[in-house]
């Protein structure tokens, strides 16, 4: 079955830090990938997302490629923000296309951001 | 933006007791909705898939006679936890479709559920 493996977290960075949040994943066929975000006390908020490979997902300064042969669509920001602290959560949709059906999630990764 | 409301927010209840948890989205319809459970350190996972007037499609290994899911109307989605237990104790979160699209997902902000 379709799988992610995401960077364990919590994950803690002074601001301006470079941020890396690792996700692999395993699936049949071509799977669409996401980045989820969720601020404190708030709902799960789509970050970016790329439906094929060699596709880069950008949003907010973040970035992730969809790298199928690493199986990998690690999340990243050159600077993050006290604003980023969230829990981050990698995601695929078994239907190509950026379809967001039947989400498979990763564990999540809490990122705290000090000033 | 889209907002889906979730609430309660959190619940503690007592073990044998029901639980009723609602999913709204407050400025679109929503034609299809998802529920997922968290453990503690896990992944969310889909629980279920819930269709306006129709009933739900479960994942493999939920319960339906104990997680019964109630899609009314395009607006609002119930799940409710029947003769909870403490291995019930979980985060619950919806999710709804807007009608027309299935590349937008809008999320609840969840329902940490404590059965005693």
């Known amino acids: 079955g379709n799988s992610v493996t995401q960077m364990e977290g919590p994950v803690t960075l002074s601001e301006e830090a470079f941020l890396t949040i690792n996700c692999t994943y395993t699936?049949?066929?071509?799977?669409?990938l996401f980045w989820y975000v969720q601020y404190p006390g708030e709902g799960l908020q789509l970050l970016l997302k790329a439906t094929k490979a060699d596709d880069k997902g950008s949003n907010k300064g973040f970035e992730a490629t969809y790298r199928k042969e690493t199986t990998s669509f690690h999340l990243e920001k050159g600077s993050v923000q006290v604003s980023d602290s969230a829990v981050y959560f990698c995601a695929l949709s078994p239907v190509s296309g950026g379809s967001n059906y039947k989400l498979t999630f990763g564990k999540g990764t809490l990122l705290t951001v000090n000033p | 933006g889209a907002v889906v409301s979730q609430h309660p927010s959190w619940v503690i209840c007592k073990s044998g007791t029901s639980v009723k948890i609602e999913c709204r989205s407050l400025?679109?319809?929503?034609?299809?909705m998802f529920w997922y459970r968290q453990f503690p350190k896990q992944s969310l996972m889909l629980m279920a898939t819930s269709n306006e007037g129709s009933k739900a499609t479960y994942e493999q290994g939920v319960e339906k006679d104990k997680f019964l899911i109630n899609h009314a109307s395009l607006t609002l989605s119930t799940l409710t936890v029947t003769s909870a237990h403490p291995e019930d104790s979980s985060f619950y979160i919806c999710s709804a479709n807007p009608r027309g699209t299935n590349e937008k997902l809008f999320f609840g902000s969840g329902t940490q559920l404590s059965v005693l």
């Open positions: 400025d679109f319809q929503a034609t299809t």
């Open positions: 699936a049949t066929g071509y799977p669409s």
